[in-house]
């Protein structure tokens, strides 16, 4: 599902740079397999709960899938946002030129997080978990300046454009914090100690 994820927000933001519609809607179409994928993964946790009784150690197991079933779904319901708002948009382009090249800066991140923590879960790897919050920590350095651009008093495309900016903004930068909770999950899953945010870059 993380690279369903990471592949929904590379089409959604060809969506949003490119105006291109026939991305927007296959972002939309394809959700609704990611989320039939939540609903079925969580439908056999419960059943394995109530019918397998699982020790300690499975139950952290049972637990961390699911939440990491929900944050990987979450993913992709962010790159449904900016693909709607593109979608809504067209033919128009949503962004000023002055803030493409961030945005396709957050994408790049965005997608790579996506696919680390696609290679996490396979893995299971702690250290390799660790290492999102270090690219994570791209995506804030990107957003803050995107945030700059934008109170700035140069910036002269008016509020309701620079609201939506800073909208879209905050989808990249929540898609990577997601990315960042499932290396948590997958800490948590093989060591029994769940990091803090803070932490999680000492595994």
Known sequence: MCGMAGLAM????????EADAVAADQVIADHEQIVAMRAKIEKDVLALLALQQPVASELRSVFSAAQIIADT????ALAVHIAKIAQVEYPKQ????EVRGCFAEMAKVAIALGDSAKQVLLT????????????????D???RRLLGVLIDQEWKYGV??????????????RFADHAVEVGRRVIFMVTGVLPSEDEISTY
């Open 10 to 17: 590379k089409r959604a933001t060809q969506a949003l740079l």
């Open 73 to 76: 779904e979450r993913m992709g």
């Open 94 to 97: 949503v962004l000023p030129e």
């Open 124 to 139: 299971r790897d702690p250290k390799k978990a660790a290492l999102l919050h270090d690219q994570d920590d791209a995506m």
């Open 141 to 143: 350095d990107l957003h």
């Open 160 to 173: 309701a454009t620079g609201v939506e900016t800073a909208l879209l903004a905050r989808f990249y930068e």
